[in-house]
Nanobody, 123 residues
Framework: QVQLVESGGGLVQAGGSLRLSCAAS????????MGWFRQAPGKEREFVAA????????NYADSVKGRFTISRDNARNTVYLQMNSLKPEDTAVYYC????????????????WGQGTQVTVSS
């Protein structure tokens, strides 16, 4: 079955950087778009970034544009989220997502999820 394992979260000061990784297994990674979502305490899960199967197309939430970069390495079955200029409002559990189907949009939010990794940004 599909398994997604995130890593790379932690505690960082405002203005700092982190890189999250998500290792996927269970089916052909390069057939699917991938995405990152986040959920802050007391809030709903929200879309952060998405990348298509080849890495040639990306999409970002307005709140992270210009600060976060999503990328993927199909040889390593891994998707990354480089987070720069972090702000306290970026504090959340970050989840990796792979859509159920190869033609489904990540932003639909229907897919397989990892267990999440905590990112905490102190002011």
């Amino acid at each position: 079955q599909v398994q997604l394992v995130e890593s790379g979260g932690g505690l960082v000061q405002a203005g700092g950087s982190l890189r999250l990784s998500c290792a996927a297994s269970g089916r052909t990674f390069s057939d699917y778009g991938m995405g990152w979502f986040r959920q802050a305490p007391g809030k709903e899960r929200e879309f952060v970034a998405a990348i298509n199967w080849s890495g040639g197309l990306t999409n970002y939430a307005d709140s992270v544009k210009g600060r976060f970069t999503i990328s993927r390495d199909n040889a390593r079955n891994t998707v990354y989220l480089q987070m720069n200029s972090l702000k306290p409002e970026d504090t959340a559990v970050y989840y990796c997502q792979q859509p159920f189907g190869p033609t489904m949009s990540v932003q639909e939010g229907r897919g397989y999820w990892g267990q999440g990794t905590q990112v905490t940004v102190s002011s």
